[in-house]
């Protein structure tokens, strides 16, 4: 069965502090995973895309990896900031053209001052 | 329009009543996804459509849930006799074909079924 975990859960760190959020997946084939960014009331953003090939991906502050053999993906967020309150998503690509989407149920990041 | 504009942002609406919902993707994409995210829960994934193929449905919950894209653009989520359990926010996404593809989230419509 095609699946998305994703942990912690929720998250809650000091502004100006880094974290690191996982996701672990078990889709088969593996096309492409993106981490996206869900602000309150709003649609996901997209953070990064990442094919197979691919191991690291940064976009700001923000730096995704990925470990195609061990089927894991990291998020790390650096310096956090007090919108980088959000919740992030981790979603996968199956198949070969990508057109099924499998999402994480998501962490919750609260960052404090 | 530059992003994916979703219709109307919140609906509240009686029990048994339908319900309509509409996506605007960006122009030129030819992916369109519909999802919806209940409380505290992940996204789920109702119906796909891509190009003039015969649409993915495998997601809607129900026959009471339907959709259509006319003219490869602008889609539209219906849901017939609603109920309590349809409460959600309902996502609209459109992206191209080819991978790795970015796809593109409206803001969504916060449905409450009271």
């Known amino acids: 069965k095609n699946q998305v975990e994703q942990s912690p859960q929720s998250l809650i760190i000091l502004e100006g502090k880094n974290c690191t959020l996982q996701?672990?997946?078990?889709?088969?084939?593996?096309?492409?995973l993106r981490w996206y960014k869900q602000d309150t009331g709003r649609g996901p953003v997209s953070l990064t895309i990442?094919?197979?090939?691919?191991n690291t991906k940064s976009n700001g502050r923000y730096t995704a990896t990925l470990d195609a053999d061990t089927k894991q993906s990291s998020l790390h967020i650096t310096a956090s900031q007090l919108s980088d309150s959000a919740s992030y998503i981790c979603v996968v690509s199956v198949g070969q053209a990508g057109t099924a989407l499998i999402f994480g149920k998501g962490t919750t990041l609260s960052v404090s001052s | 329009g530059a992003g994916v504009s979703q219709s109307p942002s919140n609906k509240v609406t009686e029990k048994g009543k339908d319900v309509e919902l509409r996506c605007d993707p960006i122009s030129g994409h030819t992916a369109l996804y519909w999802y919806r995210q209940s409380l505290g829960q992940g996204l789920e994934f109702l119906i796909y459509?891509?190009?003039?193929?015969?649409?993915?449905k495998s997601g809607l919950p129900s026959d009471r849930f339907s959709a259509e894209r006319t003219g490869g653009s602008v889609s539209t989520l219906t849901i017939q006799r609603t109920q309590q359990e349809d409460s959600a926010v309902y996502l609209c996404?459109?992206?191209?074909?080819?991978?790795?593809?970015?796809?593109?989230f409206g803001s969504g419509t916060r449905l409450t079924v009271v």
């Open positions: 459509f891509q190009g003039n193929s015969a649409p993915d």
């Open positions: 996701c672990n997946y078990t889709v088969s084939p593996f096309s492409n």
């Open positions: 990442m094919t197979f090939s691919e």
């Open positions: 996404a459109s992206g191209t074909r080819d991978p790795p593809m970015g796809y593109t």
